[in-house]
């Protein structure tokens, strides 16, 4: 799906929905006399620490439920951790990390289904159809670049298309996640595999075309931004909101570029099953879907939100502002093993 | 012995180790009060026995009784006996009157008495004043006494003692081992010793059981085993000896005729010993029963009567060793109170009394 | 056998001892191990992913022990047998590395040494690689010859000076007394050291993900595969490949160490000093653990310049509001939760370890090589493992009264068990079973001897023991990341969060601030210990 074909699509849908929600009054009637939520809910977040204290406790002042975090920066940890603990479940929602972490524990049969009525408007393609996690948010991929570098190097021509980055020019220049160690990494081969309408073979030697651009693979996606302010090369893909984030704190040393036919992530939430407090859990879901949340994450993160009705970020990319690959998740799941292994054989590790 | 006088008794008892019989079906029993030592040459299971007595070995056959209760189901800790090791095994974290207080501690022994009786024990032993200092500022001799201290003061019944004299020099071991036979005797403590040293055995035990290659060979009073040895090796490893091969010729009750060379005598017939006329025996005759004497001038004539001729000789302070040709052997003869000049040299003749022959046969 | 049937209190321990061990260690782990199934197994290995971590681990393993050892071995004869100054600062400086929170330290190299590195760029403008086997091997060397050094200096602390005289009085210079009669006499503890460091270096994660780029090992594939993909099957499966390997290690050291007597310390006191050493050869040492320190130290101060500034290397404007930060708000309560699950799991540890340590080195009871065995097997698990299996173990509904700190504090006392463990078992092989004996003979029951005799002897093991949990524990990050919930999140994770936020000012004042009261604790650990814990006082 093109983004142009996915705003006509969403804008039927919202008609539809209109529709539908005019004719059948009797769920807005009830909304009043449905159980009002209360308690404590526990929360394993990947969200950021800064994004985590404001958006708990905004939730909590607008619904007065109580909010234990346990966050955790890693989403595969907190996907790890729900696994282990399904004999005896400890959390409530699973917020934050991108839906490829949800869909797993979703097909296990550890989360419970819920279709929160602020999901309506979501695009079918950023949730799980029966409700068992639905997206929220939604993070592109970009390309950080250090300015003094870039202009003394590179001679200050930013890359538009992935393509360009196999100029001599970025010879050693270039920092890559890495791809074994990090889904950022991952994503990246995935994008180019996508990218070339999943030929594997135009995808590797693309790879291995880079490879000796590349000076180093970088451990984790948010530590290669700081080696890319440090100056350590001249620029790497990476996460378009990090990459803002990180702008802000000095708009001259890095800058941000999104080349076009790029990767995206989609930032899921999930109510786990067995939680103790079912309502408080679905009042967060319903909660983190409104324009409220959307627009504070945006502010804390610069992520883009899958509401339309959310402002991007200032500088931020958004689903209908560049090219995106079609990402097939499922796919990329699949196959990352075997992926990762032909990467490694074409170059040559 | 009857049960109630046997204080240690050692019944059957065997001991491997993989594949080898340290210890081979050995039985004896120890009298109460006495000084008993197990001797015997490196690797003949004496110290195994001791250890087995003490309780850190379990027998693999037989039963160890101490003061009339059998042991081996006894934890070491539970056994009444104490023992000194080789290596004294001082607590070395520990000051001397900690170390010699320790087993008092452990026995709930209070303040006062134990105080009294660990001061008691260190001036018994010589180290009355050296209560404060370390293991490691004491001398060999003042580690061994702390160590004798430490097990006596607990007052076991049985006192079990590896070779303690066995790292010190040669005066220090010949005084310690005087005080430490009239210990013995003024506590009258039944002690169990072990030593390779026959000398420290024949003076200071009452019992010596001989042990080689895991068996008693001989076990009885100190001048029993030294004067009527039963097999040969005992006769070499306790004191020096003349083995001389001899032919029986006539046996009586109390007497056996014995032939070597030339000689022939009637000496007495040993105990639980089966000859016949025609066997082949040995003669045990110890070098100090000789008297030797220049062959010019005959001297005192006992029975047995050789000339031979001095090959060499060794002075040993208080005695001269010679060693005499006689016939085709070589015999060792000592001469006690040589004196300074007198010598002998050249031919000379021995005499020998019949009753210092021993007849060993095998 | 028959002997432990007489001492039945000492059959009771034993049985709690291996109890315990069972349900703390093998249970956890065999739901870990159990986790991918036979299916999963097979299909992971088919998958052969694991291959070339694996070669890499070996490979890695080896370069790193051999010069961590080596360095180790160094630093321990200077502080033990030199006569070099400064020792009291050397001994600290000595187990600064092991003080290493995850991320950021290794951060700090690549910071100080990297392409743009504040000291290979900035000071002699150089652009090394510092990614790769080199790196990697390089910071593992620095980062781990303290566990050598440790265990070695124990064991060189307990060496008989009579031998060392005896061998120079024969006519024997200082290098071949040395190589002669310390060298050989110390195998027990060269034997713990070596196989120790090996298997902490074999699951070593942290250095190796930031610091190893694409050579890839064991750990940091199984870090990865959980992490960065959420696929734990996989992960358990790599851990398995862990333990078989730390296995192989085992077995590898017992059969090099033979059935030889390495006594030294017999119930003959000696006040005997040890043949000097040349003031050629001390000052080579002091040079040499100058050097030493003078990176490490490099390396910790470079933290505290990040922590104090508002963007090092960038903007080295000084700052505070860091550390107001860290020490504001519930960013206290971790520390303080650090502090205490620590210092309690270290005691715990050390004396458990000890007693475990006497048990199976002076038994004769069957089945005493397995438990050898099972309690050096946590050195091979990754943290990240070992807390999933208590996670798998223990989050049971039964089992909810528990307070998640317990959890916590049984975690570090298990899985740091096994330093401790080794350092009472080379002590106690230098130590003449004659002492133990003689306390028995004495009317002491074998536990009563355990305490009265041997545990004052073995101070030095206790210390390794509590020093090396104690630094482990404050710094482990994977051991807690399943673990620690809310009210019981620990200085690491923190960091760790901190480090996520990009916020490297404050997780490098949180790191300074957590070692900081690590070192704090440890000296007056120090100051309490001196008093009690004597080892032969005479001879010190």
Redesign the interface.
Known sequence: MTPELDRRRFLQLAGATALIAACGGAPAATASTAPKATGRISIYSAL???TNNQLFAAFTKATGVEV??????????L???I???K??P?ADIFVGGSS??HD?LGKQGLLEAYQSPNAKDVQAQFKEASGLWTGWYTGIFGFISNTSRLNADIGGKKPATWDDLLDPVWKQRLILP?P????GG?IFIATQIFRFGKDETKAMDFMKKLHPNI???G??S??V??SI?????AGAPNWSH?IL??KA??PT?IDLTVPTDTGFEVGAVSIVKGTKNPLGAQAFVDWVLTKEAGDLNTKLSNRGSVRTDVAPAPGAPTLTSVKLVNYDRQWATDN??RI??LW?AAVG? | MSPETAHVRVSHVTKRFGGVTAVDDVSFEVPKGSFATLLGPSGCGKTTTLRMIAGFYDPDEGDIEIAGRRVNELPVHRRGTAMVFQDYALFPHMTVRDNVAYGLKVAHVSGADRTRRVDETLAFVGLGGLGDRWPNQLSGGQQQRVAVARALVIQPQVLLLDEPLSNLDAKLREQLRVEMRVLQRRLGMTFVYVTHDQEEALSLSDWIAVMNAGKVEQAGAPWEIYYRPRTAFLADFVGSVNLVPAKVLDVTDDSVTIAFGSQHASVQRPKDVTLAAGQEVKLCLRPESFTIGSSAAKGVEHGIDLSGTIVRRAFLGDTMRYWVKVEDREWIVDQPDPGGSATLDGPVSLSLRPDRVHVIAE | MRSLQREPALLLALLAVTALVLLFVVYPQLQVVLTPGPGGYVQFLEEGTWVGPLRNSIQLTLLSTTTAVVLGFVYAYAMVYSNMRWKPFFRLVGILPLLSPPFVVAAAYTLLFGARGVITYGVFGQSPNIYGLNGVWGVQTIAFFPFAYQLIADALSRSDPRMEQAAHNLGAGSWRVFRTVTLPLSRPGLGAAILTTAIYILEDFGNPQLIGGTFYVLPTQAYSLISSFGEYTSAAALSTILLLLALGLYLAKVRLDGGRSFVTISGRASSMPRPPVSAGVSRACFVACLALAGIILLVYGSLVVSALTLRFPNNLQFTTEHFQYVLSGTNGDALRNTLVFSSVAAAVSAVFALFAGWLVQRGHWKGRQALDLLLILPAAIPGIFFGLGYLLAFNQRWLDFVDRGWLIIIAFIFWNIPVGYQAAVAGLRQIDRSIDEAATSLGASSLRGFRDVVLPMLGGSLRVGFVTTFVRAVTTLSLVIFLFTPPTTVATIRIYQLVGDLNWGAATAYTVSDIGMAIIALLIFAVLARGRIALGAARA
């Open positions: 950021n620490e800064t234990s975090a346990l966050p955790l920066a890693a989403a595969g940890d996907q790890t951790k696994t282990a603990e004999n005896n400890q490829e972490f797993p890495d074994i160690k990090t889904g991952y000076l180093s693979y451990p984790t948010p530590g931004i700081t302010t440090n100056g350590e090369a990090d984030t990180e704190k000095d040393r990352k093993t990762q292994k490694q590790l």
